[in-house]
């Protein structure tokens, strides 16, 4: 461990104003977030790209935040968690004032990497702020609540986005995003958060630690899987169910996603305070590759929408919690907000692959058998792996 001087690093003003501060900005800076992931696809196909083109400007996205967390990451452990807060709700913010002038597709595409910075600073730092504040054996409750803001905004954003741009415009939606991104960063810049204490150590002394700790890897490896699936349903599902189906609003598909989701992180942070991080997340990833594989079966059969938005929102938020639940418990608290901040690499990197992959694999495949062999390999592939590491994984969990 690093021995870091951390004078109560775990000690946040926990007043209740400050948290609604806080995770009322988390929900307005997430609104602007995930409607971009959802809606930014459909925008380059109005303005004349493919999917190839929708597939790349997610590419960007997150590649970018993985290289720019290499420093930003950090910041949260070595200048507190409010720093890396303020930069990403203004990068979000800013971002969809940028979207309302670009009027190509290559515009766009350089604004994905400018709002990369929101992603690179955002994330990990707000996971790390809610771990910082949760009281010993409530771990996972916290994080549940922190979750359950997430998922209210991706049932509030896609679902509202799509409702305004079809009355009136991209342009219209955007702006309304700069205003609540606005308002964010007031509601932000409110909250007070302790010190943790400058130190010597560089952001990659601090990065190089985290990736020698090789029990984290196998937690890492569950969560890269839930989002390199994630990642396909965010940038191709409403281009699915558009070519396949009668569904006027594909966005509908994320609503059912996110009640799912509401369900599961209520559940998840519970039952994997109760009984272990282990035995809750591994349902929850298999889940998800079953959910992802059924669609294969939408062009047949409309209903599939249902049970599969179910099925992926279920997986994706449990096994995402619990499994990010139990990458903090068993990380040193002095580098908390750098393995949160790999951990969100790992994710943008899986997304980042899966929309690159699945743009190049659907041109010759189609998105149905793109969408079922993902599925599927994830489904095979998770038991095989955790019979095989299961000392490991057991010793990890305490059980």
Request: charged share 10%.
């Amino acid at each position: 461990m690093l021995d870091l001087p951390v004078p109560g690093a775990a000690r946040q003003y926990a007043r209740k104003q400050n948290l609604a501060f806080f995770f009322l900005g988390v929900f307005l800076v997430y609104v602007v977030f995930f409607t971009s992931l959802t809606m930014i696809p459909l925008y380059i196909l109005e303005l004349g790209g493919s999917e190839f083109h929708s597939g790349l400007q997610s590419t960007l996205l997150f590649l970018a935040a993985v290289f720019l967390r290499l420093y930003l990451g950090p910041m949260a452990d070595s200048r507190g968690r409010k720093i890396p807060l303020l930069i990403g709700a203004f990068a979000f913010c800013t971002s969809s004032l940028l979207y309302v002038m670009a009027n190509s597709i290559w515009v766009v595409m350089f604004i994905r990497i400018y709002e990369a910075i929101g992603l690179a600073a955002f994330l990990s730092s707000a996971s790390s702020f809610v771990a910082d504040t949760a009281p010993e054996g409530k771990l996972g409750r916290y994080m549940s609540f922190h979750r359950f803001i997430i998922t209210l905004a991706l049932l509030a954003g896609p679902s509202g986005a799509l409702f305004i741009i079809n009355i009136y415009s991209f342009a219209t939606w955007f702006t309304i995003n700069f205003g609540l991104g606005f308002f964010a960063l007031i509601m932000l810049g409110l909250v007070k958060t302790s010190p943790l204490g400058v130190t010597k150590f560089s952001s990659r002394e601090r990065l190089f630690h985290v990736l020698k700790n090789s029990n984290l890897w196998p937690i890492f490896l569950g969560i890269i899987l839930l989002a390199f699936s994630y990642g396909i349903l965010l940038t191709f599902v409403s281009i699915y169910i558009m070519q396949v189906t009668d569904i006027k609003n594909p966005g509908i598909y994320f609503t059912y996603y996110s009640i799912a989701g509401l369900l599961a992180n209520f559940s998840a942070g519970y039952l994997s305070d109760r009984f272990g991080r282990l035995v809750v997340s591994l349902p929850f990833v298999m889940l998800m590759g079953l959910g992802l594989a059924i669609l294969f079966l939408l062009p047949v059969q409309p209903k599939i929408l249902i049970i599969s938005s179910i099925m992926t929102g279920f997986g994706y938020f449990g096994g995402s919690l619990s499994l990010i639940a139990w990458l903090i418990e068993i990380s040193d608290l002095e580098v908390r907000g750098t393995v949160l901040s790999i951990q969100e690499s790992g994710m943008d990197l899986a997304v980042a692959a899966s929309s690159f992959v699945v743009g190049i694999t659907s041109s010759w495949l189609g998105l149905s058998i793109s969408f079922f062999i993902v599925g599927l390999s994830m489904l095979l592939f998770v038991p095989l792996f955790a019979y095989r590491k299961r000392n490991l994984l057991r010793s990890l969990d305490g059980s």
